[in-house]
């Protein structure tokens, strides 16, 4: 079976994640994509999703490195849903380490370039449904 180019894309973006490489990140982006940050709180489109990144790295200091594996794709219409199983890693706030995993929910939209650009990145994919945004 051939590798979906979608896995390419997407393994493209982890690199750019892992290499804190903003620029080739957002080529990954749509320019009217959502980003979630956390359950109840959303960046849309690439500015904010820049900003949100910034963040994220600064937060796990410079040191998050996310892998994914276990590639589901459906596609149809010119759209994709990406399901797969995503660990992350990093040295976290004050030395302390973090590690966990989550399926995460993507959609995809070929662009008229033909590339696959996310529309929707859900990192928390059905979770969602079950966390409530933290306060304070």
Request: net charge negative; charged share 30%; aromatic share 8%.
């Amino acid at each position: 079976m051939n590798k979906h180019e979608l896995i390419d894309a997407i393994e493209r973006a982890d690199q750019a994640i892992n290499q804190r490489n903003l620029a080739a990140l957002m080529d990954f982006y749509e320019e009217d994509a959502t980003l979630v940050i956390e359950p109840g709180r959303l960046a849309r489109g690439r500015s904010e999703i820049a900003k949100a990144f910034k963040t994220i790295f600064d937060f796990f200091n410079q040191g998050l490195v996310v892998t994914q594996r276990d590639f589901h794709i459906i596609e149809g219409g010119g759209v994709a849903l990406v399901v797969c199983n995503l660990k992350l890693t990093a040295e976290g706030r004050e030395s302390s380490t973090v590690s966990m995993e989550r399926q995460p929910t993507y959609v995809f939209r070929k662009s008229e370039d033909g590339d696959w650009r996310c529309l929707i990145d859900n990192s928390y994919g059905a979770d969602v449904l079950n966390m409530r945004r933290s306060t304070g």
